[in-house]
């Protein structure tokens, strides 16, 4: 073991504010980019579950959101015509407003819904995966919906309770998990009831577009050749090079932008200042320690990698209690129903800014190492 990582070990409660300080920083930013991640992994969440392998978008498109005026419904056929499709479908997904028929000490609700309409067919590519037979027969019913168990209190129902939507009742028939929001809630009706609720879309005009191929470990060839044959009509994408697309370009927005901007700011302040001035006092305090290896002959440079190593250590530390830290923050989030996703191109950066404020830290507080004179040893 190593003299950085057995002073650390020995003498932790003298770093312990250096460990924090990095693990607060780094939970800042994790949790901030994490929040509007989530928004996004809870948009796409029907997306990702389905058992289409395609999208098809707008040729300008860069994330799920941006369907803008939409695209011609005609461009279903021509998608077709691709040997390796065999199935084609439109995503349809809209708002309406909802309110609940409160019992005897219950509030009144009244919010909007985001809607997912589906074909509840069992393999149907517009409905997710992880909808159970029971879900299925559910929503078969007329004026039947299906709502994310997070969402139940929001919306002030239960499984067999009535509620309102676009002025007519429509009744709680069963729920399902995995798709909360922090704003809308994700609420699934069968394509029967959208017409019914006169929220179907039938014109010319339509979203995203999901397609199904033959081979699902082709989807990126059939994408190229998708792409090659749109002529700039359309552009396809896999689901998941739409979900990052999508991450990034929230990331990119400029509000959120400016917030998560400011938190890396505020957080890298932190962690540089409580860093440094910590491993500077733990060096001082140890000072007389130093000026003994200067006196049996180690030397200074030999000190200062000692100092650097204990530095590292500390930012590694700090980044396994960022993790725990992290996790519990999700573990609270998911059981309140708030979507939180940590996506690699954002952690990796995270846990490499980490281990860099503490090694800057470390060399900012080498300037301390030059009272370890073995002389005061004999004052």
């Known amino acids: 073991m190593s ?3 057995s002073t650390l070990i020995y003498e932790w409660r003298r770093y312990l504010a250096a460990v924090i300080a990095l693990a607060v920083a780094g939970l800042l930013v994790l949790a901030m980019t994490g929040m509007f991640m989530g928004l996004v992994k809870s948009f796409s969440a029907t997306v990702d579950r389905s058992p289409a392998q395609i999208l098809i978008m707008p040729p300008d498109a860069t994330n799920l959101f941006d369907t803008r005026s939409g695209q011609p419904r005609r461009l279903i056929p021509q998608i077709y015509s691709n040997p390796n499709i065999v199935n084609v479908k439109t995503l349809d997904i809209g708002f309406s407003g909802w309110s609940n028929f409160p019992k005897p000490g219950q509030p009144a609700r009244d919010t909007g819904v985001k809607l997912v309409i589906v074909n509840p067919v069992k393999g149907d590519i517009t409905l997710p995966i992880d909808f159970s037979e029971q879900l ?8 039947a919906v299906v709502v994310d168990k997070s969402s139940l209190g929001k919306l002030g129902v239960q499984v067999g ?4 939507m676009n002025n007519q009742t429509v009744w709680v028939r069963g729920v399902t998990s995995g798709y909360p929001s922090m704003f809308e809630s994700t609420t699934f009706i069968s394509v029967q009831t959208a017409k019914l609720l006169r929220q179907y879309n039938d014109g010319d005009r ?9 081979d699902p470990t082709q989807e990126r060839a059939v994408v190229d050749q998708l792409n090659a044959d749109s002529k700039g009509r359309y552009k396809a994408w896999t689901r998941e090079d739409l979900s990052r697309s999508s991450q990034a370009s929230m990331l990119s927005d400029g509000p959120i932008a400016v917030m998560i901007g400011f938190a890396v700011v505020v957080s890298a302040f932190i962690g540089v200042v409580i860093t440094w001035q910590t491993l500077q006092g733990a060096i001082l305090a140890n000072i007389k320690e130093f000026a003994s290896l200067r006196a049996l ?14 530095s590292m250590w500390v930012g590694i530390a700090g980044l396994l209690l960022t993790v725990g830290l992290t996790a ?4 609270i989030a998911i059981s309140s129903g708030v979507p939180l996703d940590f996506p690699l191109f954002v952690d990796i950066p995270v846990a490499l800014a980490l281990l860099g404020i503490a090694i800057f830290s470390g060399a900012m507080s080498l300037g301390v190492l030059k009272r370890s004179q073995p002389a005061d040893l004999l004052r």
């Open 206 to 214: 339509v979203g995203a577009i999901l397609a199904q191929i033959n």
């Open 161 to 164: 309770d009535k509620a309102k």
């Open 136 to 143: 299925i027969q559910a929503l078969r019913e007329p004026y």
């Open 297 to 310: 002959g180690v030397s200074m440079r030999r000190l200062r990698l000692v100092v650097m190593e204990l």
């Open 328 to 331: 519990l923050v999700w573990f």
């Open 3 to 5: 003299l950085a990582l």
